[in-house]
């Protein structure tokens, strides 16, 4: 794969080649409406492919906070037509890599040093990239170690970086007035906390500490002393990313054991620790060859606050998503409906969360779960496209919900999602016995 030697770093250098890409992006839809004004029946299916590619290749050359909305968009595949969902999951694990050249500099910068002055051997290509990072094999004392080194300008860039995505993101989802900073603060806090790597050797290894108990998963040692601020040292873990597994011709025996550790690590995390693995895409997972389940990447843990914790679960329950006074007085602690809500918003907002509540709160009111039951996908997508094709919708103000919904709801896609690509039958109840192993409380209204 060709490497990087240079990424801009500078507003104007980053705004160029947004800007580039947005011409290429014009270029593509010339070129579909000549092409269906002589074949009216042409679909977008070529179309959706040259535009993924070209927003892809502008992304992947600025890295950063850019790349990583691709591959949180990826996650989602209700969301996006498939041509931009394949092309955007690169951004997990697969991207072009910094230049030999660049690395050392890099290093010299953030650890006062080169490579080989601090590892016995360092290999000068990198074996994984991706949106914030790329990951070098070293060994030091007999050790095999991986070093994840942070692209040049990251951090400096996030706060430019949204401010470049923030229009089109207000059109998207139709965000009002000065109420959608909020949403836009959240973000570009969890995004700073992603490049203090500082920070999350901390977070792994109070994670590690916490969830080492649960049967099927393992996790990498972190050297703080081979760490800093732009880089990470850890255990080298042998094994398959998630997807690339997920291709593989494994057994439903295989799917359910490493679905119900996928499980049991999530709603251990999430009612036991209330901080929880908020990135959870196949390129942070592998599966060794004994098929435990390896978690590899804990930069982004979402604290999730007790005034949002109870009324989200609490909306779980069947008794109180049906009485609809109670539905109502959750929505309100929740920020969804808002105090300046006219009737008809309340209305219209109590039917809409009333029905996709029902439909992805199902895994939590049934004992046990299949993920790969293709039913309840074709449901989610069903009324995923029923929305965003309302024009009653795009009448209404689309501040809702608590700023905490953005990470613990990416959370919970992205779960759903890896569940299903292992075709896993969950026991959804499974993971109290491991909080009760550590003295912990289950608060969840759910069980």
């Given amino acids: ?11 104007i250098g980053r705004t160029t080649e947004l800007v580039k890409t947005g011409a290429k992006i014009g270029a593509n839809y010339l070129k579909y409406y000549s092409k269906k004004a002589v074949n009216p029946t042409l679909d977008r299916s070529t179309l959706d492919e040259d535009n993924a590619a070209d927003i892809y290749d502008g992304l992947k050359s600025l890295k950063g906070s850019a790349l990583k909305v691709a591959q949180m968009l990826s996650m989602d595949k209700s969301l996006l037509p498939g041509a931009y969902v394949e092309k955007f999951s690169l951004a997990q694990f697969s991207v072009p890599p910094l230049s030999a050249p660049l690395v050392r500099k890099t290093f010299r910068k953030y650890q006062n040093a080169y490579p080989e002055d601090i590892y016995d051997s360092f290999s000068k290509d990198s074996v994984n990239a991706a949106s914030i990072g790329q990951v070098h094999k070293a060994t030091k004392d007999g050790k095999q170690l991986a070093v994840k080194i942070q692209y040049p300008g990251v951090a400096d860039s996030i706060s430019s970086d949204l401010a470049l995505v ?12 000065e109420d959608s900073k909020r949403y836009f603060a959240e973000v570009e806090e969890k995004l700073l906390e992603e490049t203090d790597y500082e920070l999350e050797v901390k ?21 703080p002393e081979l760490s800093s601020k732009r880089i990470i040292t850890m255990d080298w873990m042998q094994g398959t990313h998630l997807s690339e597994f ?21 709603m251990f995390q999430m009612h036991g620790l209330k901080a929880v693995h908020a990135d959870p895409h196949p390129g942070n997972f592998l599966i060794s060859e004994d098929n435990e389940l390896i978690a590899i990447d804990f930069g982004c843990i979402k604290q999730v606050p007790e005034e949002f914790y109870q009324p989200y679960f609490e909306l779980a329950v069947p008794e109180h998503i049906n009485n609809p006074d109670t539905f109502k007085e959750k929505l309100k ?11 008809q918003e309340i209305e219209y907002f109590s039917a809409l969360f ?31 496209e029923k929305y965003s094709n309302d024009k009653e919708l795009r009448k209404m103000n689309g501040n809702r919900g608590s700023k905490h919904f953005l990470y613990i709801n990416r959370t919970f896609f992205g779960l759903y999602n890896l569940l299903h690509d292992l075709k896993a039958t969950v026991n959804t109840h499974d993971y109290i016995k491991y909080l009760k192993e550590k003295g912990l409380k289950n608060h969840s209204a759910l069980s």
């Fill in 203 to 223: 977070q792994s290894i109070e994670v590690t500490e916490a969830c080492s108990h649960i049967p099927g998963l393992k996790f990498p040692s972190y050297y």
């Fill in 166 to 177: 923030k229009p089109i993101a207000i059109k998207m989802f139709n965000l009002k007035g």
């Fill in 354 to 384: 009333h029905e996709m509540l029902s439909l992805f709160t199902k895994p939590f009111q049934e004992k046990t779960f299949d993920f790969s039951d293709e039913s309840f996908w074709d449901e989610i997508s069903s009324l995923s």
């Fill in 333 to 343: 602690q929740l920020e969804i409906l808002r105090p300046d809500d006219t009737d």
């Fill in 246 to 266: 997920a291709k593989t011709d494994f057994n439903s025996k295989t799917g359910n054991k490493l679905g119900q550790t996928l499980w049991d690590f999530y």
């Fill in 1 to 11: 794969m060709k490497t990087i030697d240079k990424i801009p770093t500078s507003k």
